[in-house]
């Protein structure tokens, strides 16, 4: 989805909004995109540690066994200094997002392997009519009809 370089600006850009962990991170790329990409815990956390090494960010004080992220100065400068690239990756998370929305494949899915499945059972009985093979025929041929004036 990212090159290394991409994701560490994308994290680096939802810590400049509010500090996080890295579960945090995760669900809030998640949101981003409406479910479309997930980035692994494998690569959100060494990611972290990179951001932290870099002096990007810097481990707040928590409570717990999460470790809690904000950005520092030199964070903030790095990421106005790739303003443009940022809004390039936030715009392209945002386009996933809309893609999801408008289309999610599942439940069309769904319906076409439900018909695949009504098709092979009535269509391997030995004493289907010629009258039900045309009935069949017209139907599909009905539904892919309506579905094109949609």
Known sequence: MF?????RLVLLKLLSEQP????????AVEELTAGAYSPSPGVVYPTLTLL????????????GSRKTY????????????????????????????????RFDRAP?????MNL????????????LKPE???????IIDDAAQRIERL
């Open 52 to 63: 932290s090494e870099m002096g990007h960010i810097a481990e707040d004080a928590s409570e």
């Open 3 to 7: 090159d290394g370089s991409e994701l």
């Open 20 to 27: 996080r962990h890295g579960y945090d991170l995760i669900r």
């Open 70 to 101: 904000s950005v520092t100065a030199d964070g903030v400068a790095h990421l106005e200094e790739r303003a443009n690239e940022v809004a390039a990756l936030m715009a392209r998370l945002a386009e996933m997002a809309g893609e999801r929305e």
């Open 132 to 138: 039900t093979l045309h009935a069949v025929t017209a």
């Open 116 to 127: 695949r499945a009504v098709l092979m059972h009535r269509l391997g009985e030995e004493t």
């Open 108 to 112: 069309i899915k769904r319906a076409m």
